[in-house]
């Protein structure tokens, strides 16, 4: 690879921080804490998210560590359920749906679509506070003892099988639920009423309408969640159920109640992360994206479609084999738009003139990863293959590949695209590039081989398993131990860059958007004065003769 | 370099000093707070039909699976007090609105009286319900709690409600055990529901505190329609209650 | 080959013999399944090669060094139609396969040979009509379509034998079924794939494939002596059916002879047919399974039967299906006082040779 860059930092010998900007108007924790300031609620959820996001790779370290070995050597049957049941629930709830919207989306929103902060900033900031008091729910039951349910909370397992803190798990979910709900309710309201003059809804950036899409399927679907666990724990409490056979009840209606929410919750989970990729892909090859329409479309597409597929997740559990059909056919169909957007996006690279710096390494690894991961999910939208591969391995590999190699790396591959809008300062771009580099390597040795144990039969869940399936499973581990260093160098990095990082400037990267035409980090208020979008997304020609005319303007 | 570039399209008259107390900051005018605030009530109540909405179909899967059990069960609910709760909240939903007019035409002293009357009438249906539930719980039909499944093993021994309804035979100890269920749903449906109203009787308390202070009656009508649509919203779910609990068996 | 050294050959040896991407094809199902499998695998193989080629293809010639200026495109539609229409042709073509494969699996023919499986936490308990029992294993033959009807007695598990391709969720509250023929002779896994507490991963076992000569040998060799049919006869006297069920004039409850399979009219006035699903609702719920005509008198055994005691019962009135049987069975309370009917009245009064079920 050749040294072009687009980066374009002003002369770092003048350069300053602006000294009036979201983060220094006002000083001292209660600031922070009673915030309505979208940014500051965005920093807020980035600490946090990083925080869980942590734990819950401590666990998903503990569990690589345990399958090194076929035996449950390293510890017992019930502490490994109570590990990838953690890693599950947090990695899940509290890192990957708030991920991107929570952060990205609350701090640019506003922003992208010219104003000074979303419709509801209490409502912004309650959504916070809830998600924190979840999370401290959640610590908590780790604490006491754990829960050892499996993330999905099977019943009559969660309600009459098990003694572990399945009340304060389910509570934390419930609480963390509502947070998402606010969010999407605010990301929908200030897309509908709050763009600027000349924002029509084909002017936003495709970011807006991912995270709109997401909101949608935030907003809809995660109540079904909460009042399924609201049964769950009225029935561990009560001991009567609608969901035990025992008392009359039915396992089946749990399972259809908790993936009504749960299918679309994968989506709440990708879609912001396609917009980020988005942003990316349009700006590190310099063009406006290809079939911004269909791509735009293809969000609200797998937001409407992704409400009718919840029962692939059953196709073995009982369900009439004409239910089945129904399902599959319409799995089908939603996987079609995520096909369309990454050949959109690889379209977009045509004919532009592209570079390599880190966000787009990112954007690269989630383009392939991605394909690998949804093409897996045909494999098992097909019912006939399902059968076989549902409940392995194979599954395991699938969501870790749209969600790890997916979603985690656009998420990445958002933060370094913004980082210097947020703070300011650049990071250092070799060594994010080498982090870039060793996460994808590490991943594809972590998950692959996990395809290869599924096909094989290896179940998931499982603490022990026959010794044929080592070689596969230390080959993950090994995989596991790059991917963690591969994850740690960011943290390091990007702290160091808050001190020590180059000066970025308003638009570091030449973008288009009107974030980057803001100052870096932005001011409280985003724009002095609300701008008039007066022409299209992506325009890098508007962009060109911006910059003619500043430069006109300082001679 | 830093706001030039924003206005190179035109700038917009900054109103940014000449808006009214309340209206936010971050909003362009009062129009645009008016519109968003009340764009997101109706998006919130969306969020609580999807919520009920499960709990309903749960119920009404059970209902079409044991049939005879809920028709008894239902028949220990009083219909008389299931009926004066349904008038007492849409009569509040009517004060409601009504208070929402009065606000919009600035009389205060209407608005604090159509307030408490909302009020008032809230407490009413919690008072209501407070006897119906401790009913249940002397008949000892608390699932989980104290039940017994007395009653529908032998409708004989339920003077009161036998009465009423003298066709209903002992059912099967396998579908009595039913009942529990159906009381387990109506718990949890009308315990929602009264949550729900809890929570609106309470910041109806404030907005009354708030109202007495001028702060509704400004022009800026908001909070008061805002908070409107929600209390409407909570007496269609009883609306919706109480047929499919009380009114089983009659078309 | 003298130039590999004899270590590295080895071990290259092992590795391409066991390092296997598939489980083996043990089933008639599998290799299909496989076919499909390939397939998908192609079309992805394919697909991310596409994408691969494309985006490092464009990168390459359009790198910034190479293609300073960009050209604004819109879009093309005839593109978006090209890979819209493609991929969902594709993707319906795995549709219509797989799904024609799962009818396959899950619509057991007429003749197969029925296994009862009960899973409980945490094992497999495996019932042959014939009164063999397993634990944690399963014998079948070759070249015989086996169904397999599978129940919980506790949560959700999921019997899963890789080698034929086939899986089912063992549901407490009901019956499931699943079918396969097996191929080759061999010994392959056996594991539980729905997690269902702590010892889940011990919840594995072995599915011995044999001839049909060595099957009929196994099966000779390790009944228990009563073939399931005959326990649910014992069940059926010790728990009083014949009190009501039996065929006299005045019966109360309705005769089970020839029952199973039969369209029965319910009180309500739908039709069903008397399956196994049927018969274990009659017994554990029957207020809500009355057939017409008849009082909902009958108790329910919900907790006095175990699920063994049901699959057992259902096997014994799937067998009443000739006068004989019914005339030995469900009229012995004539031979017996009514208060004593509970005390094993079949002891001693049918021949020792009489078996319930071939096998």
Redesign the interface.
Known sequence: MSAATIINLPDQSTARIPKMNFLTKENGLLSWLLTGDHKRIATLYLISITFFFFIGGALAGLIRLELLTPQTDLMAADTYNKVFTMHGVIMVFFFLVPSVPATIGNFLIPMMVGARDLALPKVNLLSWYLYVIAGCMAIYTMAAGGVDTGWTFTTPLSTHYLNTHVISTGLAIFVAGFSSIFTGLNFIVTIHKMRCPGMTWFRLPLFVWSNYAASILMVLGTPVLAITLVLVVLERSLHIGVFDPAYGGDPILFQHLFWFYSHPAVYIMILPGMGVISEVVSTFSRKRVFGYTAVAFSSVAIAVFGFFVWAHHMFIMGISNYAALVFSLLTMLVAVPSAIKIFNWAFTLYKGSITFETPMLYAFGFMGLFTIGGMTGVFLGATGTDIHLTETYFIVAHFHFVMVGGMLMAFLSGIHFWWPKWTGRMYPEKISQLAAIVTFIGFNFTFFPQFILGTLGMPRRYAAYPPEFQALNVFSTAGATILGVGYLLPILYLTWSLKYGEIAGNNPWQATGLEWQTQSPPLTENFPVIPIMDHEAYDYDWLEKQEQKEVASVG | ????????????A?AHHEHPPYQ?????SVD?QF???N??MW??L???I??????F??YL??RN??Y?AFVEASHQLNIGWGTANTGVLIVSSFTMAMGVWSAEMRKKGLLILFLSLTFILGLAFLGIKSIEYSEKWEKHHV???N?SDASFLNPASDPEVHKLYPQDKP?????A??T??YF??YF?MTG?HALHMIIGISILGFMLVRARAGAYTTGHVTYVENFGLYWHFVDIVWIFLFPLLYLISRY | MDHISPVLWQFLVKWLTHFALFPPEASKIAPEMDALYFFMALVSLVGLTLVILLVLGFSILYNKNRHPKAIQIEGSTILEATWTIIPLGLFLIMFVWGALLYFRIYTPPANAMNIYVVGKQWMWKVEHPGGQHEINALHVPTGRAVQLTLISQDVFHSFSIPAFRVKREAIPGRYSTVWFEATTPGTYHLFCTQYCGTNHSQMIGDVVVMTPDDFKKWLDGSTSGNSLAQDGERLFASLSCNACHNTRPDARGPSLANVYDSRLTLSTGETVTADDAYLRQAILNPSQHTIQGYAPIMPTYQGQVSEEGVIALVEYIKNLDSDYRVQQTLNTTDLVPEGQAGKAPTAGQKPAAQKGVKP
Do not use: C
């Not at chain 2, 999807?50 to 709990?55: A, C, I, Q, S, T």
């Not at chain 2, 059912?171 to 579908?175: C, S, V």
């Open positions: 370099m830093s706001d030039s570039s924003v206005t190179a399209g035109g700038a917009v900054d936010r900051h971050h909003f362009e645009q519109d968003a605030t764009f997101a998006l919130f969306l969020t609580e999807m919520f009920f909405g499960g709990l179909t749960a899967i059970m699976w044991y005879p699932p989980g709690l039940w059912l099967a100890p396998d579908m055990s039913k529990e269920m387990f749903l949890a929602m």
